[in-house]
């Protein structure tokens, strides 16, 4: 079973992504900020993290910041899923080492889905 980490202050979209995976296949750990969110990857080494980028106390570029810079989580693939559309946000997140970017206005949760299990499969 994957564990997927889930990293979004908004608990709407925290259950429009629970409602989407798989129970029999993915493990399902929430986070509601960044600070949270890396208590949570210690805690449970995820095989895959879901980030927002506007959250509060610790927001997504800065998680990604710390994770990238933690030799033992540095390799977890982290899919941003954010409102965010500009282009320098998109850029940012990937030269911050987000291995995918999906704005939230332009998809739907199955296609955080659909995107997870490419990488874990």
């Not at 079973?1 to 409602?19: A, F, G, H, R, W």
């Not at 980028?53 to 927001?59: A, F």
């Not at 899923?81 to 939230?104: C, H, N, P, R």
């Amino acid at each position: 079973m994957k564990k997927i980490l889930l990293i979004d202050d908004d608990p709407s979209i925290l259950l429009l992504l629970k409602e989407v995976f798989p129970k029999e296949e993915y493990l399902l750990e929430y986070a509601r900020d960044g600070d949270e969110g890396l208590t949570k990857v210690k805690e449970i080494h995820p095989d895959v993290i879901v980030l927002d980028i506007l959250m509060p106390v610790m927001n997504g570029f800065e998680f990604l910041d710390m994770i990238k810079a933690d030799e033992k989580f540095k390799l977890i693939p982290i899919v941003v899923y954010s409102i965010l559309q500009d282009e320098k946000d998109v850029e940012t997140a990937f030269d911050k080492g987000a291995v995918s970017y999906i704005q939230k206005e332009q998809s739907e949760p199955k296609d955080v889905l659909q995107k997870v299990h490419e990488i874990v499969h």
